[in-house]
């Protein structure tokens, strides 16, 4: 892991990502939302992520050491992980249920899908790696 920087990158060059700001003079990059994720830039997993409101935002986001990021709360069903080994597509996963989070099971990518990781592994400059 090398922190969630990209994240930022991935939203300023316009992929279709989680919208994800560092500061606050950027909340307006946010929608207005009811409840948003604070989570550390260096973080794993889950550990220290919160959910807050908007108005907790300013107590738990230091925007001059820029070491935290925000994104609005998405419900989502569940996100897919693509493996690509040696710069070649292996296998997908995800959690079907949202409970059992590490209880991953394979899922079968279409066309469509593969062609839209195919985009972020394309803008990953990385030599080797999963």
Avoid: C, H
């Avoid at 990209?6 to 939203?11: A, K, N, P, Q, V």
């Avoid at 079907?96 to 590490?102: E, H, I, M, S, V």
């Avoid at 079968?108 to 972020?120: G, M, Q, R, S, Y």
């Amino acid at each position: 892991m090398n922190g969630k920087e990209y994240l930022i990158e991935l939203m300023n060059a316009q992929f279709p990502v989680i919208p994800t700001i560092e500061t606050l003079d950027s909340l307006d990059k946010l929608p207005n939302v009811e409840t948003y994720i604070v989570k550390p830039k260096d973080g794993a997993d889950s550990i220290g992520l919160e959910f807050v409101t908007k108005d907790e935002l300013s107590d738990k986001v230091d925007s001059e050491s820029k070491n935290t990021l925000v994104q609005p709360f998405i419900n989502f069903e569940y996100e897919v992980s693509f493996y690509f080994i040696d710069k070649e597509f292996q296998y997908a996963l995800y959690a079907p249920d949202k409970d059992q989070r590490w209880e991953l099971k394979e899922y079968a990518p279409t066309v469509e899908d593969l062609t839209f990781a195919n985009k972020f592994f394309e803008w990953n400059n990385l030599d080797w790696g999963i």
